[in-house]
């Protein structure tokens, strides 16, 4: 569905002005039945059988109302539903690039800020933290991170094109001489200008403090 989502986005609106056009159209009209004739009646004693009065063909026939129109418009509401669901509401996630993460434990209460920069495609690739590599995968809006060499797990879902939220677990990181075991975080898209800001990466504040697996 998503390889041949313009296709079936223009097959869709070409429906629409199908159906639409449909719907605008006038129906044809039914011919209405020949009147029967009525009994003759005799217009006075003195006239032959022959001669006869012919009385009218009575009331008008009510005009049956279709259902096509209705079926119609139906149809054409479905498929700018389906239209605007697939191409207006449908939002891209895209994970590749520059993103910092900034981190909050409470045991010990702590605060801080790893860059990391993922390269690959929308659904798996690689990233790289200040010299730490490891991979991510994306599906849909969930988001996981490993670190290759470390006991790290970041787990966490996109809340915009440029948020993403979620917690990590870890072992073997110690901050102040106390191990922290998990954490909240929450990333935010960098621009393309933007850099590593020194003092807030992981090669900084935490090297030589994680445990390798």
Do not use: C
């Amino acid at each position: 569905m998503k390889n041949h989502r313009k296709t079936l986005s223009l097959f869709l609106m070409l429906a629409y002005a199908f159906l639409l056009q449909a719907a605008v159209k006038p129906l044809r009209a039914e011919r209405a039945p020949e009147p029967t004739p009525a009994p003759a009646s005799l217009s006075a004693p003195e006239q032959g059988p022959s001669v006869v009065e012919e009385e009218g063909g009575g009331a008008p026939l009510a005009r049956k109302r279709s259902i096509v129109p209705i079926l119609i418009g139906v149809a054409a509401a479905g498929a700018i539903a389906a239209f605007v669901a697939l191409v207006v509401l449908k939002t891209k996630y895209d994970i590749v690039g520059s993103w910092d993460f900034d981190f909050t434990s409470t045991a010990p209460a702590h605060t801080w800020t790893w860059t990391l920069v993922f390269k690959g495609d929308r659904k798996s690739g690689t990233f790289t933290d200040a010299g730490d590599t490891g991979k991510y995968t994306v599906s849909e809006k969930d988001v996981r991170l490993t670190y290759d060499a470390w006991d790290i797990v970041l787990t966490g879902r996109f809340d915009a094109k440029d948020k993403m939220s979620g917690s990590g677990t870890f072992a073997g990181l110690t901050v102040g001489g106390k191990e922290i075991a998990s954490a909240t975080w929450t990333a935010t898209r960098l621009s393309s200008s933007g850099s590593l800001r020194p003092g807030n990466i992981a090669a900084s504040s935490f090297d030589s403090r994680k445990q390798k697996k």
